[in-house]
């Protein structure tokens, strides 16, 4: 019972429901038993004496005789008596010198002419249907006759019932005992099971699946603990292969900074511009390690769900347009066009102007770092219900496999592609996660030597033409 007591009070609470009703019904039978035999009883009692009456309304000696006859082969004990108490007649085992039964207020009704009856219980124990009534005589009322009808018989057929009603009882009583232990075995399995599982998951044996199939509330709550065992699964794998990434991104520029800070101190260096070359390295690596440890912070906040946006009617073509010349130089640097193509007439929405900026210029800094020769065009086309970014670009594409992948934290395509281009792994992510903050979704397509196209689609409110965020 000690490792079931959730079975043990349902078994406790179901039986005692039952004990009350049966107690109840046990009860109601014996009282309707009871009445019923009593109820006949007093009508036999009573019938008896009206045909003791008649017979004493010709009060002879035969007639005498054939009452005393009557009365023992009825057993029953009869008294006449007069008014002045005076028994003029009496028969039965009942002693004729035990009158206490014969009351004052009862004689005064007989001799009224009203029919008494009653309960009577004599000095030895023995119980008594009583009934009295009036002996006419020419119209007169001459004397009372009392039949004395013992209880007996009729305790004894009670008693009978009542035996019958307790073994009954116990036989319904221990059936019950065991559908009890039954259904709280039913019921509490599967409490059991959760309550096991759920210990198991919180001492982190997170493979721990329910079995529990039913479409009750238990089979609800066992699907949603297996979800939480998932999630967390999830989020542990997640969370040691992030640590093991990071730990990954941050020892490269560490090698690097160590390594060429150590260069430049011990003066391993020829002329000034093989050492400004080192300063440059060390630069541009504290950048990169800037970024990483920005975009981390980002990531993080997401996932979080700590990131909340800030929106705010912006000029998305504003907005792209100056993203676009922000990174103007960039793709001179490298001889690229770059062009931004807008179309549609609306160009206020509702969003995070900041977070849509970041979206832009990471798709545009991918398309610059990943693309050598040709050129980017952006388009941004407003439509009825929704508006479409395109960032298009002529680089070194995606293979078709990777696609789906790199959206994934710290995915690369070809391992070492983004430290030679110093990118972090995470734009993409982040982009992603931005994009469905915003309620948009974000597409990928690519040709391998031909360049990437990313679309991003945002929903537009069709009734006032807004950016849904
Ligand atoms: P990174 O900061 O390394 O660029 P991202 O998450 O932005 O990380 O991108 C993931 C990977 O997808 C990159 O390593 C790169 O290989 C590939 N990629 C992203 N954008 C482009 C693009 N425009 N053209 C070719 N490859 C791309």
Do not use: C
Not at 67 to 85: C, H, P, Q, R, Y
């Amino acid at each position: 019972m000690k490792n079931n007591r959730i079975g043990f009070k349902l078994g406790l609470v179901i039986i005692t429901v039952f004990l009350i009703v049966l107690l109840f019904l046990g009860f109601a039978i014996d009282r309707l038993f009871a009445n019923f035999y009593y109820a006949g009883m007093r009508k036999e009692t009573e019938d008896l004496t009206s045909h003791f009456t008649v017979m004493a309304n010709s009060m002879d000696s035969i007639s005498e005789q054939a009452m005393k006859t009557f009365a023992e082969f009825s057993d029953v004990s009869i008294f006449n008596i007069l008014k002045n108490g005076e028994v003029i007649l009496h028969s039965g085992v009942h002693d004729s010198s035990d009158r206490s039964f014969i009351r004052a207020s009862d004689l005064y009704k007989i001799f009224s002419g009203e029919k008494v009856s009653l309960l009577y219980e004599d000095p030895a124990g023995i119980r008594y249907f009583v009934s009295g009534q009036p002996i006419l005589d020419g119209g007169e009322i001459t004397s009372a006759l009392y039949v004395m009808s013992s209880t007996e018989q009729m305790e004894q057929s009670l008693a009978g019932v009542r035996n019958l009603l307790m073994l009954s009882g116990m036989g319904a009583f221990l059936l019950a005992l065991g559908i009890t232990w039954i259904i709280a075995q039913i019921l509490s399995r599967p409490l059991l099971q959760l309550q096991s599982a759920t210990r198991k998951i919180a001492h982190g044996e997170l493979e721990t699946r329910l079995e529990i199939k039913s479409k009750d509330e238990i089979g609800t709550l066992a699907e949603a603990i297996n979800n939480l065992a998932i999630d967390l699964q999830r989020y542990r794998d997640t969370r040691q292969e992030f640590f093991a990434n990071i730990s990954h991104e941050l020892r490269t520029p560490i090698t690097y900074l160590e390594g060429y800070s150590k260069v430049v101190k011990d003066q391993l260096y020829e002329t000034e511009e093989e050492k400004d070359r080192y300063l440059d390295i060390i630069y541009q690596e504290a950048v990169r390690l800037q970024h990483l440890v920005d975009d981390l912070f980002d990531l993080a906040k997401m996932e979080e769900g700590r990131i909340s946006l800030v929106p705010d009617w912006i000029d998305l073509s504003e907005l792209v347009e100056q993203a676009v010349m922000k990174v103007e130089l960039k793709a001179k640097e490298k001889s690229l066009k770059l062009n931004f193509h807008p179309s549609g007439t609306a160009s206020l929405v509702q969003a995070d102007g900041k977070r849509v900026e970041q979206i832009v210029l990471n798709l545009l800094e991918n398309a610059i770092r990943y693309t050598e020769r040709g050129g980017i065009d952006v388009y941004l086309r407003f439509e009825s219900v929704s508006v479409t970014l395109i960032v298009e670009d002529t680089g070194i594409g995606i293979p078709a496999d990777e696609l789906p992948f790199i959206f994934e934290r710290f995915y690369r395509v070809e391992k070492s592609r983004s430290r030679q281009y110093g990118g972090t792994g995470l734009g993409l992510s982040i982009v992603k996660k931005l994009v469905e903050l915003h309620n948009g979704y974000i597409q990928v397509s690519s040709t391998i030597g031909a360049g990437t196209r990313f679309e991003i689609h945002f929903v537009l409110q069709p009734e006032t033409g807004e950016e849904s965020t």
